[in-house]
């Protein structure tokens, strides 16, 4: 179906363009949402009718999506979840979840606005972009923890899975890897007594 964009789509075009797109596309979303018209002669004459209007209205709405973008850029977001000690949450983190803590925190965020690829399924620091207006995009930071002393030391850049792996690793009687490190090998190299007899009398003339 060819269409006339009433404002700018991402990977589309601007407000004016004339682009093709699917009919279940055109019908379910950028019809109904008013984001389009259909390219007929009579919605093209009303369309350049008003273009001037369409164009300021946008330019209006763009301005303040800008500046409500500098309040929210950057904004970091703690969302405290239940998850395994492998990080993987027992459940997820959704656009509905994201929108209601920036809410929280004073912010006008609908979950349309909310742009994830996938729901949020481990603990950690997570970028989401969030879509302002159709050409104002701004990233918030979602930190996803266990307990307020783990956002904490997130906020902090501490990245709390390797080190409780590496905790885990080095603990006695840990599940992990727990021989003991020989501090005068080179990194990769194997020790001595872990060599076949023969390999070990060779290391051993080398």
Do not use: C, W
Request: proline share 3%; aromatic share 4%; no cysteine.
């Amino acid at each position: 179906m060819d269409i006339i964009l009433l404002e700018r789509i991402e990977k589309l075009g601007t407000i004016g363009d004339v682009v093709t797109v699917k009919d279940g596309y055109a019908r379910n979303f950028l019809l109904p949402q008013k984001k389009a018209l259909r390219a007929n002669a009579a919605n093209k004459k009303v369309f350049e009718a008003n273009r001037d209007r369409l164009e300021q209205e946008n330019a209006e709405r763009r301005t303040d999506a800008e500046k409500a973008g500098e309040k929210v850029n950057g904004v970091e977001i703690i969302l405290i979840r239940s998850a395994s000690n492998t990080g993987q949450l027992y459940g997820s983190v959704n656009v509905r979840d994201i929108a209601s803590a920036l809410v929280e925190k004073g912010h006008d965020i609908d979950k349309k606005q909310v742009i994830m690829g996938n729901p949020i399924k481990a603990i950690g620091m997570h970028d989401v972009r969030i879509d302002l207006h159709p050409e104002v995009s701004v990233t918030i930071k979602a930190n996803v923890a266990r307990s307020d002393d783990e956002a904490e030391l997130q906020s902090q850049g501490v990245d709390v899975m390797a080190q409780m792996f590496e905790d885990d690793r080095y603990a006695e009687g840990g599940a992990g890897f727990t021989e003991s490190v020989d501090p005068t090998l080179e990194p990769g190299e194997i020790p001595a007594d872990m060599l076949e007899g023969d390999e070990a009398e060779g290391e051993d003339e080398a």
